[in-house]
């Protein structure tokens, strides 16, 4: 590489070329523009654009004149200059320069200085006052790639920017038919940046409610595109809050909903964001798709490598939801065995490793949004809920690991995050619309309907795990009782029992006839050797008849009998445990399910486990101390025995 060719390649981007490698685009930027300069020079403006319009290196020279595009920000009459080539160069030149744009949008974004960026936003806004055919898709890709980006206040200029050439353009944007991916992009990414921007510290700071205004022209002014996002839509109102331009957006679809072509918003929600996969930038897209379908057992090294380079921002929260949304409808490699799985652990780690709270809230959101719009009417909607589901087996059944300092995901992300996943779905029913709660509960249901019949051996693996907390439980009970097996929620283990010997089986009672009993047993008797066993087998009644009175009579005198025992049994305990037992044995007949009573046994075990561990402390304490004045030949030991501290 020679020492011009470096030097434009230094103007474009910083680098060392001693010590890195340019990207291959902005290398053949350099080169191509050196080869268009040797082809131009000297030449009159009519030569020029007929050099530029011919097909011999068409595709170098049209590359070199985006590198003058992109360079000329100290030297506006080069700009000027390229662009009258452009326009002379016709509608099909445009085109050429339209696809050159997109190429730079995609591939050298990142890399390229912001002076540059702005330049090519400069390019643009000409191409827009001129009516240039499709340069809405190239805006669009601008919004794509502008939201990430690891210099706020960069971002913020680019973001003024496209605001700025939009609304000079008003007659412009009012008047594209087919504009629903820009109207998309505009929504989602706008109010992104508007979440992950701080409040104004002064009264000159105007940005965040320059981008509220302007979401609020493009939703007021764009209605039946607002259509695509689907549910999406409703996320970014949630997004947004409650300010005044979104309260009267509120309004406006409660009020006017055909104007927006829908008859409410239960339309919106039940349908999803047709161009989910515009919504990132290609560079993203790329990375989330390198792990889903190469992590495998490097997954959380790369995962880390990705947070600490793109989520560790201010608008790394934004960004997170956008990945997560991303994630729910990207198809995974089919040639990828562990693709789908690897797709679940990103979206877990995700999740978990966020901002408690407010952001972890946001993206639970996120992650069950297709759930709250699963309407029936829509078979599309049945696509998107297994995922969510999944996650949360992942975190169920996630091994417990010890605690590490360098560890992405600590112990608590496991059965815990499981549980706040199901006490968020089931609470959010009631809350996320509430005069639509009916609708969003049935719409969850269907969800759920939809997991057990495509997931028939997870499904009772996550619904029934032992894992879910009891408080957990009673939200399952009462939103999806469909899907709640037995009262407590987790099916118990079942204990084997033991079949009873021929001689200790009991009476069978009847309330109409009495039931004969054999007097002998069927099976041969064995010979009896001891004679006081034999005579105590001998003594034994032998009944031929026994009445259903009788045998009542004869639980009722157990029944007495084992009443008796245990209260004697109850006098001997002391002390707390005494107290807990009579309150066990009153509170005994309240509890109406099997999972209530063996957890007050094990409350009550717990506490003679505690209480026999002090006591014998305590008597290690004391004889230690005996035997210390023993030693010292003191007769007197009550100054020893202080009570020992447990």
């Given amino acids: 590489m020679n020492e011009q060719q470096a030097r434009r390649i230094q103007k474009l981007m910083k680098i060392n070329m001693k010590a890195e490698n340019p990207p291959d685009l902005i290398a053949r930027?350099?080169?191509?523009?050196?080869?268009?300069?040797?082809?131009?020079?000297?030449?009159?403006?009519?030569?020029?654009?007929?050099?530029?319009?011919?097909?011999?290196?068409?595709?170098?020279?049209?590359?070199?004149?985006?590198?003058?595009?992109?360079?000329?920000?100290?030297?506006?009459?080069?700009?000027?200059?390229?662009?009258?080539?452009?326009?002379?160069?016709?509608?099909?030149?445009?085109?050429?320069?339209?696809?050159?744009?997109?190429?730079?949008?995609?591939?050298?974004?990142?890399?390229?200085?912001?002076?540059?960026?702005?330049?090519?936003?400069?390019?643009?806004?000409?191409?827009?006052?001129?009516?240039?055919?499709?340069?809405?898709?190239?805006?669009?890709?601008?919004?794509?790639?502008?939201?990430?980006?690891?210099?706020?206040?960069?971002?913020?200029?680019?973001?003024?920017?496209?605001?700025?050439?939009?609304?000079?353009?008003?007659?412009?944007?009012?008047?594209?038919?087919?504009?629903?991916?820009?109207?998309?992009?505009?929504?989602?990414?706008?109010?992104?940046?508007?979440?992950?921007?701080?409040?104004?510290?002064?009264?000159?700071?105007?940005?965040?409610?320059?981008?509220?205004?302007?979401?609020?022209?493009?939703?007021?002014?764009?209605?039946?595109?607002?259509?695509?996002?689907?549910?999406?839509?409703?996320?970014?109102?949630?997004?947004?809050?409650?300010?005044p331009q979104i309260e009267d957006i509120w309004k406006d679809i409660a009020t006017n909903p055909a104007s927006y072509g829908v008859a409410g918003i239960e339309d919106f929600l039940s349908k999803p964001h047709v161009l989910q996969h515009l919504r990132l930038s290609i560079e993203l897209d790329r990375k989330l798709q390198f792990m889903v379908n190469n992590g495998g057992k490097n997954m959380l090294i790369y995962f880390s490598w990705f947070s600490n380079k793109y989520l560790r921002g201010a608008d790394g929260p934004a960004l997170r939801a956008e990945c997560v949304r991303q994630l729910l409808y990207m198809a995974p490699d089919q040639k990828q065995p562990g693709s789908y799985d690897n797709r679940i652990q990103i979206i877990h780690l995700l999740v978990t490793t966020a901002q408690p709270v407010a952001e972890q809230q946001w993206l639970k959101l996120c992650l069950f949004a297709d759930w709250f719009g699963c309407d029936e009417k829509n078979i599309t909607n049945f696509g998107y809920v297994e995922t969510p589901f999944l996650v949360l087996r992942y975190a169920l059944f996630l091994p417990t690991m010890p605690s590490h300092p360098n560890t992405i995901v600590q112990n608590s992300h496991g059965a815990q995050f499981a549980n706040s996943l199901f006490e968020y779905i089931c609470k959010s029913v009631d809350v996320f619309i509430p005069h639509l709660s009916g609708y969003v509960r049935k719409n969850v249901n269907n969800a759920m309907r939809c997991c057990r019949d495509r997931l028939p051996h997870i499904f009772p693996q996550v619904m029934e795990n032992t894992k879910i907390d009891r408080k957990i439980v009673d939200l399952l009970k009462t939103v999806f009782p469909e899907f709640v097996r037995n009262a407590g929620g987790v099916a118990l283990p079942i204990r084997p029992k033991k079949r009873p010997t021929e001689d200790a089986k009991p009476p069978r009672a009847s309330t109409s006839t009495p039931t004969e009993i054999p007097e002998k047993s069927e099976r041969p008797e064995k010979q009896v050797e001891n004679p006081v066993e034999k005579a105590s087998i001998l003594e034994k009644p032998s009944y031929a008849k026994v009445s259903a009175a009788d045998l009542e009579k004869y639980r009722k005198e157990q029944l007495e009998k084992e009443e008796k025992e245990l209260n004697s049994a109850i006098k001997l305990l002391r002390g707390e445990v005494g107290k807990k037992m009579v309150s066990l044995k009153d509170q005994w007949k309240n509890y109406d399910d099997d999972a209530d009573k063996c957890e007050a046994v094990e409350d009550l075990l717990q506490l003679m486990l505690n209480t026999r561990r002090n006591q014998t402390l305590q008597e290690g304490y004391i004889f230690q101390n005996v035997d210390r004045v023993r030693r010292l030949g003191n007769n007197s030991t009550m100054d020893f025995l202080a009570p020992y501290p447990c």
């Fill in 29 to 243: 930027l350099a080169s191509d523009s050196i080869t268009l300069d040797s082809r131009i020079t000297g030449k009159s403006d009519k030569e020029v654009i007929d050099t530029l319009i011919s097909k011999e290196e068409h595709d170098i020279k049209s590359i070199g004149v985006m590198y003058h595009i992109l360079t000329s920000i100290e030297n506006q009459e080069l700009f000027q200059k390229m662009l009258k080539y452009i326009n002379g160069g016709g509608v099909d030149y445009w085109h050429t320069v339209l696809c050159n744009m997109n190429m730079i949008l995609f591939e050298c974004w990142p890399f390229i200085h912001l002076a540059c960026k702005e330049q090519l936003l400069r390019l643009i806004r000409e191409a827009v006052r001129l009516n240039v055919k499709q340069i809405e898709n190239v805006l669009m890709n601008v919004y794509r790639v502008a939201t990430v980006s690891a210099d706020p206040p960069g971002k913020q200029r680019i973001f003024k920017k496209l605001t700025g050439m939009i609304r000079e353009n008003e007659a412009w944007f009012k008047g594209q038919k087919q504009c629903t991916a820009l109207v998309a992009n505009i929504l989602t990414c706008t109010a992104s940046v508007i979440a992950s921007s701080p409040a104004p510290m002064t009264a000159q700071d105007t940005f965040r409610e320059t981008l509220i205004d302007f979401v609020h022209f493009v939703i007021k002014n764009k209605k039946t595109d607002c259509q695509t996002l689907g549910r999406d839509f409703i996320l970014v109102l949630m997004r947004l809050g409650k300010l």
